[in-house]
């Protein structure tokens, strides 16, 4: 069956630039979580979304970030700004609730030039 | 706050050879500990879990074992094979999947 699809799989944009990274989740899974992955490093998390709404976004690096899922199910992660240091793979991982195993996404690799 | 620190790789094995990766972690209460394998050109996916202390969690001849006394969740395999070449990250879940992950240890097999 399908999975987490993430597009564009390749991302690269200049310094200063506003980009766009989307996130298809399983269907039928309650449960949307952005997590950064850096190079050599494990993923960190950025926020989780339950149904619409941002349930934690804890791990949004500063206010550039932002991220929806306006009708619970596509997610679209918002970044304003970009700073080189912003350079990474985006992950996007659903769930079936809060409490189930993640399933994740290829990614999204962001390059700021 | 939570962490997970895991050996670094990376680690080249020969085929059939015994293979641990070291996990440990720092957390309060009672998290779930995971390991997710990443093989290359693919998404993580979960290769295991335990969600409580002395819980053993297995797959694909892998095995892992909650041990809360010495914090640690190591990752062990008897007998490795090419295919199972791929980066490895130990995680830890207290807050409903909000996952903290270690570093990732790379393993190479060669034949």
């Known amino acids: 069956g399908a999975g987490v699809s993430q597009t564009p799989s390749n991302k690269v944009t200049e310094k200063g630039k506003y980009v766009e990274l989307r996130c298809d989740p399983i269907?039928?899974?309650?449960?949307l979580y952005w997590y950064r992955q850096s190079l050599g490093q494990g993923p960190e998390f950025l926020i989780y979304?339950?149904?619409?709404?941002?349930?934690?976004d804890s791990g949004l690096p500063n206010d550039r970030f932002f991220a929806v899922r306006p009708e619970g199910s596509v997610s679209t992660l918002k970044i304003q700004r970009t700073e080189r240091g912003d350079s990474a793979v985006y992950l996007c991982?659903?769930?079936?609730?809060?409490?189930?195993?993640?399933?994740f996404g290829n990614g999204t690799r962001l390059t700021v030039t | 706050g939570d962490s997970v620190t895991q050996m670094e790789g990376p680690v080249t094995l020969s085929e059939e050879a015994f293979l641990t990766i070291n996990c440990t972690y720092t957390?309060?209460?009672?998290?779930?500990l995971f390991w997710y394998v990443q093989y290359p050109g693919e998404g993580l996916q979960l290769l295991l879990k335990?969600?409580?202390?002395?819980d053993k969690g297995s797959n694909k001849g892998f095995e892992a074992t909650y041990r809360k006394e010495t914090t640690s969740f190591h990752l062990e395999k008897g007998s490795v094979q090419v295919s199972d070449s791929a980066v490895y990250f130990c995680?830890?879940?207290?807050?409903?999947?909000?996952?903290?992950f270690g570093q990732g240890t790379e393993l190479s097999v060669k034949p």
């Open positions: 269907s039928g899974h309650t449960a």
């Open positions: 995680a830890l879940d207290n807050q409903g999947g909000k996952l903290i």
């Open positions: 335990a969600t409580k202390a002395d």
């Open positions: 991982a659903s769930s079936l609730q809060g409490n189930s195993p993640l399933h």
């Open positions: 957390a309060t209460g009672y998290p779930s």
């Open positions: 979304f339950q149904g619409t709404g941002a349930a934690d």
